[in-house]
């Protein structure tokens, strides 16, 4: 069997990080021959990763401009994709979650006849508004998808609810524990002279992201007020918000939250200090679904700022806790944990249910039976 091509395509900077190993995994294997391929759907945070991980992509669609919508992210990359996808005939197109990129780059997939195979595929969260438009690209995608790699066995069992045949579908772990490991370390020193101020070892510290578009108005004006009642009310906490991009983001962090001496308002951070940031604080608050899976690998607990998650086993496992966007929901589930060092420890000790950091080293072997068989076939 000659070299498969693969064609890896992402566009931001979670997929990014996420596709990363892999596409290491795939470079240094001379079974594949690896083509990159970024929309760069979001511009500096991708950039961040790609240099993080010295990946240099072939294409670059670099198609994010101010105020796009998402039919303007769909139309631009369904159109530049096609062009890359005849020009190189790949055997197979890699995509990851749920973005707008992966769904429409699956979809110029599916018009030129290459198969799909959806990496982090088969979570849900029930709802196709929430996370928007993530949950509606994530189904779409898996509906195009010839083969699915799964990060646990409840996305299989989600997959198989849709009537995905069992054998396209392979449990693999996620990948963003293997990218995670890979660049923890202990010892890690900030350049950011807020974080390396902060005294780690006698202040209870909390990582908060929020960005999510469901979140913007109200619901993230009750979060941050919420958060800004808990730092007044405790001495001994503070909060590290490293504030998204978008304006509306930072300007209602800045409105509530930009004038306490406890929360320090940070520029978004790479994603080597960002992690190693995570490790070292005691609590996270976030609206992000990857965070869900990082933090646990670490031992922090989760608290979710939704009203569901697509990633129930964690949950169930204990690591992660669905709270809400209630401003009172907020405050009390931060105080508990913050406060009751048995209900912490009972999230912080929890196992968690996303894997052993070998995901990549799966795919890329479920990609060769893939082909195998075909071949056979």
């Known amino acids: 069997m000659s070299n498969i091509k693969v064609m890896t395509v992402f566009g931001t900077r979670p997929e990014a990080i996420k596709m990363a190993p892999l596409v290491k995994k795939l470079e240094k294997d001379d079974r594949f021959e690896s083509v990159v391929c970024v929309t760069a759907q979001h511009r500096e945070m991708l950039d961040m990763v790609l240099d993080l991980f010295n990946i240099d992509p072939k294409y670059d669609f670099n198609i994010m401009k101010h105020g796009q919508t998402i039919t303007d992210i769909t139309n631009r990359v369904l159109k530049d994709l096609e062009r890359v996808i005849i020009n190189e005939k790949p055997d197979i197109l890699l995509v990851h979650g749920d973005t707008t990129t992966t769904f429409a780059a699956s979809l110029a997939a599916f018009y030129n006849k290459v ?17 928007y438009p993530e949950e509606m690209n994530r189904r779409l995608t898996g509906t195009i998808a010839s083969i699915h790699f799964a ?3 409840g ?10 045949e069992d054998e ?12 995670l490991l890979s660049v923890v370390n202990n010892d890690y020193k900030f350049n950011d ?17 929020c960005h999510r578009r469901e979140n913007w108005g109200k619901p993230m004006e009750d979060i941050f007020r919420a958060v800004k009642r808990v730092v007044l009310d405790n001495e001994d906490v503070e909060v590290i918000f490293p504030m998204h991009l978008n304006p509306k983001v930072r300007d ?5 939250m930009g004038d306490i001496d406890g929360i320090h308002l940070i520029e978004p951070l790479d994603y080597e200090p960002f992690v190693n940031l995570m490790n070292k604080v005691d609590l996270v608050l976030t609206d992000s679904g990857g965070i869900q899976e990082e933090a646990p690998s670490l031992g922090k607990p989760v608290l979710v700022l939704r009203t569901e998650t697509e990633r129930p086993e964690a949950v169930r496992a204990g690591t992660v806790k669905v709270i809400g966007v209630n401003e009172e929901d907020v405050y009390t ?3 508990i944990l913050l406060n009751n060092k048995e209900e912490y420890l009972k999230m912080a000790q929890a196992i968690n249910p996303y894997g052993d950091g070998r995901a990549c080293e799966r795919i890329v072997e479920y990609l ?3 082909f195998n068989e075909k071949v056979e076939n």
Not at 155 to 164: D, G, T, V
Not at 193 to 209: A, M, P, Q, S
Not at 252 to 256: E, L, P, S, W, Y
């Open 115 to 131: 198969p799909v195979g959806h990496v982090e595929a088969g979570l849900r969260s029930g709802n196709i508004y929430s996370p």
């Open 151 to 153: 990060p646990t066995v």
């Open 155 to 164: 996305n299989k069992e989600n997959l198989l609810r849709e009537n995905i």
């Open 168 to 179: 396209k579908i392979f449990i693999t772990g996620n990948t963003v524990i293997d990218a």
């Open 193 to 209: 002279r807020k974080i390396e101020n902060i005294d780690f070892e006698n202040k209870k510290v909390v990582l908060l992201t």
């Open 252 to 256: 209602t962090a800045r409105t509530i």
């Open 333 to 335: 589930s931060m105080n």
């Open 368 to 370: 060769i039976k893939y």
